[in-house]
Antibody, heavy 128, light 111 residues
Framework: EVQLVQSGAEVKKPGESLKISCKGSGYMFTSYWIAWVRQMPGKGLEWMGSIYPGDSDIKYSPSFQGQVTISADKSTNTAYLQWSSLRASDTAMYYC?????????????????????WGQGTLVTVPS | QSVLTQPPSASGTPGQRVTISCSGSSSNIGSYTVNWYQQVPGTAPKLLIYDNDQRPSGVPDRFSGSKSGTSASLAISGLQSEDEADYYCTTWDDSLNGPYVFGTGTKVTVL
């Protein structure tokens, strides 16, 4: 069974650093991109960036480039999202999701591009 | 601000049909397939429709998706109380907004 299990909720002060995690299991972790998605309180979903653990290729949304760092550890099947200096505006729920680029049926394999499994979310609170 | 526009809300009574639109442009919906996610309050998003009109295993067939030009739609037929949730369209985008964008989201209320 494919699972993405995220680290627990965090309460931090402005200026502090933070690294949250997303551990994959039930599949070959190095063969699928992992995306990070932000959801601010009462707001919609925002794609922050993605990493391919197989070779650590990383893509960032222009809105988040330079604001966060995405990384992965193949040895522990874990992806990370980190901040060097948190702000109150970083208060949000953060989700990781697995990106699938192909799937196979009885009729053959087809290209696709969507997030098929999601973590449960990590709530980050930075009181102002 | 998202480049994919959805109505903020939609509603219907049990059994009714509800349709949610997702409007984009040639740099996103016009060029790529569309996926839809359902987010029940307090839970993580869940894949509902992928590749414009495909349902993952376990998603009821009363959910259907379509795409035409630079717009996409999600239809819920036979609306049920458990369908009350937020719905988001997503796709790729070739502009500086990308590469991956979510719609503004639509809150579906079952009256």
């Amino acid at each position: 069974e494919v699972q993405l299990v995220q680290s627990g909720a965090e309460v931090k002060k402005p200026g502090e650093s933070l690294k949250i995690s997303c551990k994959g299991s039930g599949y070959m972790f190095t063969s699928y991109w992992i995306a990070w998605v932000r959801q601010m309180p009462g707001k919609g979903l925002e794609w922050m960036g993605s990493i391919y653990p197989g070779d650590s290729d990383i893509k960032y949304s222009p809105s988040f480039q330079g604001q966060v760092t995405i990384s992965a550890d193949k040895s522990t099947n874990t992806a990370y999202l980190q901040w060097s200096s948190l702000r109150a505006s970083d208060t949000a729920m953060y989700y990781c999701a697995r990106r699938i680029l192909a799937y196979c049926t009885a009729d053959g394999c087809l290209n696709t591009d969507h997030f098929d499994y999601w973590g449960q979310g990590t709530l980050v609170t930075v009181p102002s | 601000q998202s480049v994919l526009t959805q109505p903020p809300s939609a509603s219907g009574t049990p059994g009714q049909r509800v349709t949610i639109s997702c409007s984009g442009s040639s740099s996103n919906i016009g060029s790529y397939t569309v996926n839809w996610y359902q987010q029940v309050p307090g839970t993580a998003p869940k894949l509902l429709i992928y590749d414009n009109d495909q349902r993952p295993s376990g998603v009821p067939d009363r959910f259907s998706g379509s795409k035409s030009g630079t717009s996409a739609s999600l239809a819920i037929s036979g609306l049920q109380s458990e369908d009350e949730a937020d719905y988001y369209c997503t796709t790729w985008d070739d502009s500086l907004n990308g590469p991956y964008v979510f719609g503004t989201g639509t809150k579906v209320t079952v009256l």
